[in-house]
Structures are given as C-alpha cells and as structure tokens.
C-alpha cells in the first residue's frame, strides 16, 4: 500500500487551520489523517472528479498534482463545492518525503458555514 512510497518521516500538510487544514508529521500520523479524512470537510460527500492532471520535475524531487473536484452533500446536491487543489510530493529516492495541499479552504470554510449540522465531522459541535 502507500506506507510503502511515505518515508517514516513525511510531512503532510493541508492549506487553512484546523479542522480544515493542518500538519501531520511522521508515517503513522499522517496515514491516520489520510484514514479518518481529518482534512476538508471530512467524509459523508458525494463527490465527482473533473481532472487530475500530473507533472513532474524530476530534477528537483517533484511530482505536482492538479485536482479539480466537486463535492457535495445528498441532502444538498445543488448546493456544490467545487476546488481545485495543487498537491506538491517531494520525492526523495523512491519515497514521498512531504505532500503539501494548496486548496481554497475558504471556499472549505464557507461550505462548512453554510451545512455544519449536515456534515459528520462537525455536527457535534
């Protein structure tokens, strides 16, 4: 699986605060972000991709991703969220050493404002 690819050390971050954004240090951790979707809005969406386009700059130990996606709640499937994220790898060998996702976490937020007692993640609180 991907614990194979993450160096024990990788660092994985997500653009805006927590509990949007955050940091995640060390394989475990970060496998266990990537488990419970700490990041984003958390599971409970539908979700379609539009594209995902992939570059790389082997030169300097890069792989970026370009995802471009909606999202959005059963309850709600007019209401979408759509991002486009720039995921950047740093590859060191045959191991990612830290992923870095630049998102629009504001549009995160805004959804969020608008659904919170909707979506699992924050609807206890």
Same mark, same amino acid.
């Given at each position: ?7 024990? =050390?990788? *660092? ?5 605060? !927590?509990?949007?954004? %955050?940091?995640?240090? /060390?394989r475990? @951790? $970060?496998?266990?972000?990537f488990?419970?979707?700490? $990041? %984003?809005?958390? !599971? /409970?969406?539908e ?5 995902r386009?992939?570059?790389? &700059? ?5 792989v970026? *991703?370009?995802? +471009?996606?909606? #999202?959005?709640?059963?309850? +709600? !499937?007019? &209401? ?6 720039c #995921? $950047?790898?740093t *590859?060191?060998? &045959? ?5 870095? =996702?630049?998102? &629009? #976490? ?6 969020? =404002? @608008? ?9 206890? /609180?």
């Amino acid at each position: 699986g991907i614990q194979k690819v993450l160096h024990t =050390d990788v *660092v994985y971050e997500m653009s805006g605060f !927590p509990p949007i954004g %955050g940091r995640f240090e /060390g394989r475990d @951790r $970060v496998l266990e972000s990537f488990e419970k979707r700490e $990041v %984003g809005l958390g !599971p /409970g969406f539908e979700y379609e991709e539009i594209s995902r386009d992939w570059f790389e &700059d082997p030169a300097n130990g890069k792989v970026f *991703v370009e995802i +471009y996606e909606k #999202s959005w709640l059963a309850a +709600y !499937p007019e &209401d979408l969220l759509i991002v486009r994220t720039c #995921s $950047v790898l740093t *590859v060191e060998g &045959d191991q990612i050493v830290s992923i870095i =996702d630049y998102t &629009d #976490s504001q549009a995160y937020s805004e959804f969020k =404002d @608008r659904h919170a007692a909707d979506i699992p993640k924050f609807a206890g /609180g």
